[in-house]
């Protein structure tokens, strides 16, 4: 049964909202700053351009580092759910989204005459031989 986006966001908050349970728990903008460094390091560049073909993106880190910058004038509580409610936007998203995994269609039942037995495939090779 296919999730909606609102319904994947509710259940993306529920688990966030376990996984961080105080305001200490939440990323500190010096972390997200280090993780958009890191990600323009040569290290980081040239396993992205082995595995990838292209340079890494790093835009969204640099997007999270401003929407921390952001929230610095709020209440602590406040900020933990507008940081929740932004991660589990980002999280629904992806999950939401195209995938590797879409390329499968789900059988219902096992595929017919596979593998192939070794009878079929003699009599096959034998009516080939001139």
Known sequence: ????????????????????????????????????LMCHVLNAQFKSL??????????????????????KSMHPEQKRDAWIRRRAEELAAKRLGKSSENVWEVRAGPLQNWPPTLLNDVAHSAESIP
Do not use: N
Request: aromatic residues 12%.
């Open 50 to 71: 082995y595995r990838y073909g292209r340079m890494s993106e790093c835009g969204d880190k640099l997007e999270a580092f401003k929407f921390c910058l952001s929230l």
């Open 1 to 36: 049964m296919p999730v909606d986006f609102r319904t994947a966001v509710s259940q993306e908050e529920e688990y966030l909202r376990k996984l961080h349970p105080t305001v200490d728990d939440i990323p500190g903008c010096l972390s997200l700053l280090d993780g958009f």
